[in-house]
């Protein structure tokens, strides 16, 4: 039920019914002094309830606020299920940071914006070397990470166990979207499907809290993605790069360093016994 009653609410959010308008509301905040004369660009992407023989629908996007006399009006015919990207006027945001921005549907077809990704602004922040120095650092994050679980694990471990230890935790990482999967769903092996309820709810009750806790503290590491954000021309700020290095270097890291030092200390390491 919880479940229906969310989809209804983000449904209603997201559509935009045929001659009805939707407006998003953008607070630049700070970064409005920089954004004087720049070129701005809007990345938007919708799905169509049905299509047409021309794959475009009539859309009408209005930049600015037009009670203050400050909005451009720009018709547009734009395609489904696909992001496109067009330029708009710069200086349409008010004193304060404000950009309105409008949708009106002109076609006959309801289209629907998604929540996650439906419309970004985009605009110039530095340039590609700076943000690729800043998503290689990221990466070195996690090389100390990998780094420091190594030497943990070889204080009270042989080599060729230690590097086992460290490959799994590294795949117990990488596998963070299996268990986001199991926790959604709300069951290890699935639903019965004559019954509807969850096979195994002793597994359940056995593992689901283990792997919330597990994907709480991968989601936390693995949310940190420069790759990405390269591949598509995203900036990496220093804020993020600080809470990388924070996170994954000193919090993480930290404890494996602390914890691999304890264990090192506590073990006898040989006798070497001499021979007069």
Known sequence: ?????????????????????????????ARRFFLRDQPLFLRVKFHAASQNDAGLFNTVWVIGDAASGQSVQMPRQMAADSFQEFPIPPNLFSADG???????NRD????LFPLEDGLELLYPDGGFTLNCARGAGIIFCWLALIAAMGLAASTFLSFPVATLLTVSLLFLGLSGGMFSEVLQAGTLLGLNDDTGQPESQALDWLFLPVFRAVAFAVN????????ESLVTGRSIGWLELGRAIWLIVVLVGGTFAVAGIAIFKRRQLGQQSLNN
């Open 1 to 29: 039920m919880k479940q229906q009653l969310r989809a209804l609410v983000k449904a209603q959010q997201e559509t935009l019914a045929p001659n009805y308008e939707r407006i998003w509301d953008l607070d630049l905040g």
């Open 98 to 104: 404000q950009l309105r921005i409008q949708c009106i």
């Open 108 to 111: 006959s077809t309801t289209l």
């Open 220 to 227: 936390q590491i693995t949310a940190f993605s420069p790759v």
